[in-house]
């Protein structure tokens, strides 16, 4: 097989030989090689033109990259530098001195309404004529000093009052306490007294309606019960029967935590069964 030439276009004066050459196909052809020539020219030229920019852009990047790295030195260097761990020193509790010099002072009693036998001679009030003759100095304690000219009057250290703790809420409902509340007579004496005091609605017992209503309620700290509510319900008139027997159950024994009565939430199931 021959070699094909983009180049030479002798093929084409062998094609249209004996034919119409100023025909517009054969300028055409004979036009072939010159494009070739520059079709792979132009070709290298972008190739040779992507192949810079990418190169420089791998340059730039490496350089960027270079600086990061610098820069992170830096910063690091900077950073290890600049963080000092101030020791500081310890702070002095000075203890307290004893006073050497005292001068004498009379304790000042705030007024207090007492009968006269129950008032000691040390609380009774001191009188402004007697003070001033006696040029004493009012104070935390009846002290006789020992330099009344440059002595100080001794003072009684105060104590600051510390909040007292928070107390539990009065209103407060348990869920579990020390000892549970109770029915009077124990739970079967409960289910008894359910059972004598519901009465079947007319409606349910006509449609065939039975099942077990789950109620809630809080037995108070006198016994008494409150907030009943339906928990799981059957149908609105087993659950109106439900709360009316609980509501009416006489007082229960309270329940009580630490030894003292507080309120407690009770849950009873009340089950409706036909006969």
């Keep these: 097989m021959s070699k094909i030439d983009l180049i030479d276009n002798g093929w084409v004066d062998l094609v249209f030989e004996g034919r119409n050459k100023e025909y517009g196909a054969y300028k055409l052809r004979k036009g072939t090689g010159k494009r070739n020539v520059w079709s792979i020219i132009i070709m290298l030229a972008i190739a040779a033109l992507l192949g810079a920019i990418i190169?420089?852009?791998?340059?730039?990047?490496?350089?960027?990259?270079?600086?990061?790295i610098s820069a992170d030195v830096e910063l690091s260097n900077i950073t290890k530098k600049?963080?000092?761990?101030?020791k500081k020193a310890p702070v002095k509790i000075e203890e307290a001195?004893?006073?050497?010099?005292?001068?004498?002072?009379?304790?000042?009693?705030p007024p207090v309404i007492k009968k006269?036998?129950?008032v000691k001679p040390e609380e009774e009030l001191k009188s402004q004529d007697d003070l001033?003759?006696?040029?004493?100095?009012?104070?935390?304690?009846?002290?006789?000093?020992?330099?009344?000219?440059?002595g100080e009057v001794l003072k009684a250290k105060e104590v600051i009052a510390q909040p007292e703790p928070p107390k539990e809420e009065e209103n407060k409902v348990f869920d579990v306490v020390e000892v549970m509340p109770s029915f009077p007579g124990g739970q079967a004496a409960l289910m008894q007294w359910l059972g004598k005091n519901i009465k079947y609605p007319v409606?349910?017992?006509?449609?065939?309606?039975q099942g077990r209503v789950v109620v809630t309620f809080v037995v108070e700290k006198d016994g008494s019960i409150t907030d009943v509510n339906v928990v799981k319900s059957v149908d609105p008139s087993?659950?109106?029967?439900?709360?009316?027997?609980?509501?009416?159950?006489?007082?229960?024994?309270p329940g009580k935590q630490n030894?003292?009565?507080?309120?407690?939430?009770?849950?009873?199931?009340?089950?409706?069964?036909?006969q």
């Design 203 to 209: 409606v349910a017992e006509e449609n065939g309606v």
């Design 238 to 253: 087993l659950d109106k029967e439900a709360q009316r027997v609980v509501k009416s159950m006489p007082h229960w024994i």
């Design 55 to 68: 190169g420089v852009n791998a340059i730039i990047e490496a350089n960027r990259a270079g600086e990061e």
């Design 82 to 86: 600049e963080v000092k761990v101030e």
């Design 132 to 150: 001033n003759k006696t040029k004493t100095a009012i104070g935390s304690f009846d002290v006789k000093g020992n330099d009344d000219a440059g």
């Design 259 to 274: 030894g003292s009565a507080v309120r407690v939430k009770y849950t009873v199931p009340v089950t409706f069964k036909l």
């Design 97 to 109: 001195k004893p006073v050497e010099k005292v001068k004498s002072s009379v304790k000042f009693v």
């Design 116 to 118: 006269d036998n129950e």
